[in-house]
């Protein structure tokens, strides 16, 4: 029998996380009403999304090659990147998730990807904005978004993100990079 969402996530994360998860799904349903996305979708794919953000870099390896998942250089030398697509992996096999959107929304929160959907860039960006975060620029995002700028709002949150990473020494993925092109371009 299927486990449901709650014991799906608690297999996996501590009360903490899924309290973020939970923040993220209701960030994710609000934004997809303002911004045409699929609120119901981008709840689900918001509180799912980090469900396999703590597995051991070990594990997170072992699935993405059981699952064949592309290990990208990134991948390979910080497992942790590979959270969203094996992630993804375990809401469809596990919970029995099969809206293709929702796990492509799941699977790209960590890095964007390019031609992304407004559902996946919704659940990337109540991640980065949820109440529970505090990191500089983020009411900058926020005030953004609430003036009605997602693109804009979307674009300073993959700055922050790449700002982050280089100040933490991690590397950044180049599919970030090519994203942040994407929204730097002029329409
Ligand atoms: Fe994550
Ligand atoms: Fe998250």
Request: charged share 25%; net charge negative.
């Amino acid at each position: 029998m299927r486990p449901d969402k709650w014991e799906f996530l608690s297999r996996y994360l501590g009360w903490d996380k899924i309290e973020h998860c939970k923040r993220v799904a209701a960030t994710a349903k609000e934004i997809a009403s303002r911004f045409g996305a699929d609120p119901e979708r981008a709840e689900l794919a918001g509180l799912l999304h980090d469900v396999a953000r703590d597995l051991a870099p070990e594990e997170i390896l072992r699935l993405a090659g059981e699952h064949g998942i592309m290990v990208t250089q990134v991948g390979r030398a910080s497992p942790v990147a590979l959270h969203g697509a094996v992630g993804a992996v375990l809401a469809r096999n596990e919970l029995g998730v099969d809206d293709e959107e929702v796990l492509l929304a799941i699977s790209s929160h960590v890095t964007g990807r390019r031609g992304w959907t407004r559902l996946e860039q919704v659940v990337y960006l109540a991640d980065k904005v949820e109440p529970g975060r505090s990191y500089p620029g983020v009411d900058e995002i926020r005030n953004m978004l609430a003036a009605g700028d997602f693109r804009g709002a979307l674009r300073q949150a993959v700055i922050a993100s790449i700002s982050y990473c280089s100040k933490a020494g991690c590397p950044v993925d180049p599919e970030t990079v090519v994203v942040l092109g994407e929204l730097s371009r002029l329409e």
